[in-house]
């Protein structure tokens, strides 16, 4: 097999996937592969995949494998033209916290006023252990213990003190659930394990068709690391300066636009303005 037949190889399992419904992370764990491999087969930078995978993708997928091992010519002229906005974007990545939902600053409080522990104590015991437990690198079960122990109280159970905090930020659901019916859309967020379904459940998120869910405790690399943003191109399946990245903090802005995406500031203080300025760039 040579790399243009893996590559193409890689785009069949990648659109067979999206027509599935899927994301990577649930073919993943369906699969059995660890994300890296099928982001890897996806790009085409393996070579000469396992037979054995190959068919347990097909399988799951509802394909054939010789469907997909098949696919050594280009099928990009018979795939459904996808929508480009005036300004050349097809893809359109929102972040979660301080984008769709309101900043959960309120949860310390509450957690200070429940177990009177100071709230610098609780914040700077919070952030000391986000970024591993966003990386998947720690449970939410550790953390807890963890937080708990910091506190000197004997539980605590952080996701029910997030979602009873966070408030969805209306315009920015509606020009998501807009977006979603002419473009591809996805979400790219810093998040701990397990909350991006639970808000979606709980309507704390918009109930759509994502086209890629790039969820950092699942992939293993957080923002504005490189490598979240590579996953999430590969996700998107799109050129990167077809994708347009919607964030609250500049520095995970700077690093996707180091990357050739588009991006764009949102203001939660403002999120009117904010939503109307992601319209305009994807006017139709």
Same mark, same amino acid.
Not at 20 to 48: D, F, M, N, P, V
Not at 205 to 219: G, M, T
């Given at each position: 097999?040579?790399?243009?037949?893996?590559?193409?190889?890689?785009k069949?399992?990648?659109?067979?996937?999206?027509?599935?419904?899927?994301?990577?992370?649930?073919l993943?764990?369906?699969?059995?592969?660890s994300?890296?491999?099928?982001?890897?087969?996806e790009?085409?930078?393996?070579?000469?995949?396992?037979?054995f995978?190959?068919?347990?993708?097909?399988?799951?997928?509802?394909?054939?494998?010789?469907?997909?091992?098949?696919?050594?010519?280009?099928?990009?002229?018979?795939?459904?033209?996808?929508?480009?906005?005036?300004?050349?974007?097809?893809?359109?990545?929102?972040?979660? *916290? +301080?984008? &769709?939902?309101?900043?959960f600053?309120? /949860?310390?409080?509450?957690? =200070?006023?429940?177990?009177?522990?100071?709230? @610098?104590?609780?914040?700077?015991?919070?952030?000391?252990?986000?970024?591993?437990?966003?990386r998947?690198?720690?449970?939410?079960?550790?953390f807890?213990?963890?937080?708990?122990?910091?506190?000197?109280v004997?539980?605590?159970?952080?996701q029910?003190?997030?979602m009873?905090?966070?408030?969805?930020?209306?315009?920015?659901?509606?020009?998501?659930?807009?977006?979603?019916?002419?473009?591809?859309?996805?979400?790219l967020?810093?998040?701990?394990?397990?909350?991006?379904?639970?808000?979606?459940? *709980? +309507?704390? &998120?918009?109930?759509?068709?994502?086209? /890629?869910?790039?969820?950092? =405790?699942?992939?293993?690399?957080?923002?504005? @690391?490189?490598?979240?943003?590579?996953i999430?191109?590969?996700?998107?399946?799109v050129?990167?300066?077809?994708?347009?990245?919607?964030?609250?903090?500049?520095?995970?802005?700077?690093?996707a636009?180091?990357?050739?995406?588009k991006?764009?500031?949102?203001?939660?203080?403002?999120?009117?303005?904010?939503?109307?300025?992601i319209?305009?760039?994807?006017?139709?």
């Amino acid at each position: 097999m040579g790399e243009a037949s893996e590559k193409l190889l890689g785009k069949a399992i990648q659109e067979a996937r999206q027509t599935a419904g899927l994301t990577q992370q649930e073919l993943c764990q369906q699969a059995g592969l660890s994300y890296s491999t099928l982001a890897k087969i996806e790009r085409g930078a393996i070579k000469t995949p396992s037979v054995f995978t190959v068919m347990r993708i097909a399988n799951i997928l509802g394909t054939s494998m010789d469907g997909l091992m098949g696919a050594t010519v280009d099928t990009s002229a018979h795939t459904i033209q996808k929508r480009i906005s005036k300004s050349g974007i097809s893809f359109l990545f929102l972040d979660i *916290n +301080g984008c &769709l939902v309101h900043f959960f600053h309120s /949860a310390f409080t509450k957690l =200070s006023l429940e177990t009177n522990a100071s709230s @610098e104590l609780i914040e700077s015991t919070f952030w000391h252990y986000n970024d591993a437990v966003c990386r998947g690198e720690m449970t939410m079960d550790e953390f807890n213990d963890e937080f708990a122990k910091k506190l000197g109280v004997k539980s605590v159970d952080w996701q029910q003190y997030y979602m009873e905090a966070v408030v969805p930020i209306k315009e920015s659901h509606d020009v998501l659930v807009w977006a979603s019916k002419h473009y591809k859309v996805g979400l790219l967020s810093n998040i701990m394990p397990g909350f991006i379904n639970e808000m979606i459940k *709980n +309507g704390l &998120l918009p109930n759509i068709k994502y086209d /890629a869910i790039v969820d950092s =405790s699942q992939v293993g690399a957080i923002k504005p @690391e490189a490598d979240i943003y590579k996953i999430a191109e590969g996700e998107a399946g799109v050129p990167p300066q077809e994708i347009l990245f919607v964030d609250d903090s500049r520095t995970n802005l700077m690093a996707a636009d180091r990357q050739g995406w588009k991006v764009l500031w949102f203001d939660d203080y403002r999120p009117a303005e904010s939503a109307e300025k992601i319209r305009h760039i994807l006017e139709l």
